[in-house]
């Protein structure tokens, strides 16, 4: 069964850092990203990282503040955010696809974890 382990999220301040980690269980992915839900808002997607490249993407509302990457020995990604803003408060969600050729960033993703909640807040 594959599994997408989430962990990092919790209380911070505006301004302040939180970095998210998630362990996967399969390690045969091309393709890995961070959604987010906030109260009474559709989830949106927030960065994604193709595994064998490297290449990254972003959602306008977080580049230059989010980083995406992954760590292939401990088949992990990370989600390092800085400069958090209360609009950035939300469930953030962890997850994978193996596509090849073009499809969306933010499309077609098969498996999910299950979940982190990161609350920013003075």
């Known amino acids: 069964q594959v599994q997408l382990v989430e962990s990092g999220g919790g209380s911070v301040q505006p301004g302040g850092s939180l970095r998210l980690s998630c362990a996967a269980s399969?390690?045969?992915?091309?393709?890995m990203a961070w959604f987010r839900q906030a109260p009474g808002k559709e989830r949106e997607g927030v960065a994604a990282?193709?595994?064998?490249?490297?290449?990254?993407y972003y959602a306008d509302s977080v580049r230059g503040r989010f980083t995406i990457s992954h760590d292939n020995a401990k088949n992990t990604v990370y989600l390092q955010m800085n400069s958090l803003r209360p609009e950035d408060t939300a469930i953030y969600y962890c997850?994978?696809?193996?596509?090849?050729?073009?499809?969306?960033?933010?499309?077609?993703?098969?498996?999910w974890g299950q979940g982190t909640q990161v609350t920013v807040s003075s």
């Open positions: 997850s994978a696809r193996t596509t090849y050729g073009w499809v969306d960033w933010f499309e077609s993703y098969s498996d």
């Open positions: 399969n390690s045969g992915y091309t393709h």
């Open positions: 990282i193709y595994i064998p490249g490297s290449a990254e």
